[in-house]
């Protein structure tokens, strides 16, 4: 009998243990798109000091998916996410290296959606109900002249896409949209001078 027992805790520890999931994936709920020019940089022929390069994105609620004939409710699928949020950095090179842009509150313009610093910049979309889509446009002043960088890897191994991550609340389903950027480098960057 106590044979039997062993026995049976075992198969049931084994069985336990068999059920864990370890794929993050799962455990987290995430869903993965591909969808192109949702982000775009607002690019200008010259730049001068004090200007603003401003960096939008309008996501719709209904979205077209590639090899799919009905459009994607991204509302519906995430349980109504008040907002997707991506990040990216501008970079002005100083001597040999390249030196984050002061984007705090008195240069930056910010029309919509959320925009945080601090060590990256993070751009959030808010759901506008009104547009129906998720908005954000903000411009980071430049602050002097000489070459200056723009890139979406902080979070990305892409160098021509920008992740675009859901704020789902935990229960719901964590949407994260891969979008191609146009005016990128081979290596992930929107060079420009500033005059």
Known sequence: MKTLKIITLLILFVTTFNSCDTNDDDFYNTEYISVPNLV???TQANYNVGDYLYV????NRLLAEPNQTNLLDIRKTTNNAPSFAFSYLLEKKVGDEWILVDASTPNIDLNLGKFVTGGFYNATAEFNVAN???EFLCGIKLPSSGQYRLSFGYNSSS???VEIRSNSSSESI???????VSNLDSEGYYN???N
């Open 40 to 42: 775009s940089i607002q």
């Open 56 to 59: 939008n994105s309008y996501i």
């Open 132 to 134: 129906d889509r998720y």
């Open 159 to 161: 160098t021509s896409q």
């Open 174 to 180: 964590s949407l994260t949209i891969f979008s191609d």
């Open 192 to 194: 420009f001078t500033v």
